[in-house]
């Protein structure tokens, strides 16, 4: 991870990011806290596994949605219909307690010009999903990233997940799900495309 250090922004201000040791003795204490012995055998390298699992989990911080997005097809700008990527899978971490968050994500777009690579859609669920998030959020953030970028006739964004916070600790009600939608533009302001959206994003 040093090699990656870089600042990144918070409430207040600028900060620079710990470094691979400081990190990895944070996990150190972490075990220590829940009961264990950082320093048993099963435990030697299980700072250094976090660590480098963090950095994986957690890429999202290091990319910029509008550097996917700005990836169009020119050639393809004369179509002006739905486009729907259905059932997008990710993996998230919730920011209250960082417990996972298990989900798919429906997105389409009405286009106005450019059209994007359908890997861009499921790449900007990539980036959201890779940070500490609530779902209400990151459904938000994907549906933003791809009006302002794309500057689209409308965006559509529902997500359904499970929430290990609520499976595995407090309420515990394993099987749980929770849907959350965003609307932009046509889809928020026209009944008939967004049931049209609903119908496709059902539809088996």
């Known amino acids: 991870m040093d090699a990656i250090v870089k600042n990144f922004p918070s409430s207040k201000g600028e900060q620079v990011r710990p470094t691979q040791q400081e990190a990895e003795e944070a996990v150190r204490v972490l075990l220590r806290w829940a009961g264990d012995d950082p320093g048993r055998e099963g435990l030697l390298d299980t700072p250094k596994r976090v660590a480098a699992a963090y950095q994986e989990l957690f ?6 949605p509008e550097d996917v997005l700005g990836r169009t097809f020119e050639e393809m700008s004369g179509f002006d219909d739905i486009v729907l990527v259905r059932d997008i899978p990710f993996f998230s ?8 968050i298990i989900g798919k994500a429906t997105v389409a777009y009405l ?6 690579g359908l890997s861009k859609i499921a790449r900007v669920v990539e980036i ?3 940070r500490l998030q609530t779902q209400e959020n990151m459904t938000a953030q994907i549906a933003a990233a791809i009006q302002d970028t794309l500057q689209p006739r409308g965006v559509a964004v529902v997500i359904e997940a499970q929430h290990m916070c609520m ?8 099987g749980s799900t929770t849907l959350t939608t965003t609307f932009t533009g046509e889809f928020k302001t026209n009944a008939a495309e967004q049931a049209r959206f609903f119908t496709l994003a059902r539809n088996r």
Request: aromatic share 6%; net charge positive; proline share 10%.
């Open 111 to 116: 286009p106005k010009g450019p059209v994007l």
């Open 93 to 100: 971490h919730c920011e209250h307690h960082m417990l996972p």
């Open 59 to 64: 890429a999202g911080y290091d990319q910029a």
């Open 167 to 174: 499976e595995m600790r407090g309420v515990q009600k394993q």
């Open 128 to 130: 959201f999903g890779r």
